[in-house]
């Protein structure tokens, strides 16, 4: 199933986004998704996101079989923000232990590094030599 997006058209606080779905050996289909503006404000979703989510849920749909009206719901956009506010979380998470994986080994490399302690030398390992 190919799903192509045609735009959008405004009708006052919410936008009906068009798309045409193709499928192999069947003629194509076109369908609305709409979507209340209000949503996106409320759950801090970008505009520019609704073509995509809307498609999503177009594809959802009529993988349930479900035919008739296809709307972006406050779940639906509740359930995006949490995912996306989750791989937030998840990609700090993984910055900070890159971090601390950085600087414990870059401390240990630090020492072993020839720049870091050029021109102190290495102290003698035996017990009252001159070292050189």
Do not use: C
């Not at 949503?39 to 749909?61: C, M, N, R, W």
């Not at 937030?88 to 993984?94: K, L, N, P, T, V």
């Not at 890159?98 to 720049?115: C, K, L, N, Y």
Request: overall charge positive; cysteine-free; charged content about 30%.
């Amino acid at each position: 199933m190919e799903i192509r997006y045609l735009g959008f058209e405004q009708q006052e606080n919410s936008r009906a986004y068009r798309f045409e779905v193709l499928q192999k050996g069947r003629q194509a289909r076109r369908f609305v998704v709409k979507a209340d503006l209000s949503l996106f404000l409320a759950y801090h979703v970008g505009i520019q996101e609704g073509p995509t989510l809307s498609a999503s849920k177009l594809t959802s749909d009529l993988d349930k079989h479900l035919e008739g009206v296809h709307e972006l719901t406050g779940d639906d956009l509740r359930s995006h923000a949490d995912a996306r506010i989750l791989a937030e979380a998840q990609r700090a998470e993984m910055r900070k232990a890159g971090r601390r994986r950085h600087v414990a080994a870059g401390s240990h490399a630090d020492e072993q590094s020839a720049w870091r302690n050029f021109g102190l030398g290495k102290p003698s390992s035996a017990a009252g030599g001159t070292g050189h």
